[in-house]
DNA sequence: GACGTTTTGACAACCATTTTCGTTTTCGGC
DNA sequence: GCCGAAAACGAAAATGGTTGTCAAAACGTC
């Protein structure tokens, strides 16, 4: 595992949600970090690869990371507003999803699931602002 | 209405699978239509405005398109080889990502849920090229 | 038919991501 | 410690989907 990586992942790891390798190329180089943007998308392909963090897209179509503390199965319920990220679980929706292949005649299923909403502290700030 | 809007939304109710943006220029193209790339963008992006098209994005980024036949909330099964879809609901899910939402503190909240898989016939056509 | 408005499409601009390629670093063996 | 191969790096260029610009064309109205 050579340093960079190891540089990427810990960047990731100091946040609780999802960044982009934009932000955590930024991130490194306001640090002093001499890191090519290069290397940052070749970190976060490898960690992808190697299931160790977890990929979604946003929007508008940019990759977002981030490193999760289980390697199972998992969602995510994403504050839109700041990104912060809880992992979540769902066994019925697991089993939903599956049925639902198999009732169309469908193999290989898989899903996504993602929820997002606006947390806590973020609702709060937005009040403070008016 | 303008013509090439319709164009647009007709060309995509043709097919009953998700379709990107260049996919639906290329098929208009081929019909002797002399509709412009830009033309079939805004067109898409007017048509997902009012809600007439659901959008979603590959695993690559790219945007794609469908016409659904209702306009309440719903989501999709997806074959991963031909882009078919059909559409399913899951009410269950529904109650499920609201409630992890409202567990959290999270307020405003909405979810992403697409289940992919290998439909019969592309799983059949497969199997004959072994 | 003239005129203001809307739509259109060729082309350029954007921007995240990938590729290229020459350089640097790492590492096992000596 | 020294060498050479292999892997990692980074700057710059290329890619490709998508969006912005702007002048021309189509449309509706009077």
């Avoid at 995510?76 to 939903?96: M, Q, S, T």
């Amino acid at each position: 595992m050579s340093t960079r990586r190891e540089a990427v992942r810990q960047a990731l790891s100091e946040s609780t949600g999802f960044r982009s390798a934009q932000d955590l190329y930024a991130d490194l180089r306001s640090e002093g970090s001499k890191i090519g943007l290069t290397t940052v998308y070749r970190a976060l392909q490898a960690l992808s690869d190697a299931g160790e963090v977890d990929v979604l897209r946003t929007s508008d179509g940019e990759a977002v990371y981030r490193a999760c503390l289980t390697d199972t199965h998992h969602h995510h319920l994403v504050c839109r507003e700041c990104g912060k990220a809880v992992e979540i679980e769902g066994p019925a929706v697991e089993k939903w999803a599956e049925s639902i292949g198999v009732q169309h005649g469908f193999s290989d299923v898989t899903h996504t699931v993602e929820v997002f909403g606006t947390c806590a502290s973020c609702a709060a700030s937005a009040q403070s602002e008016r």
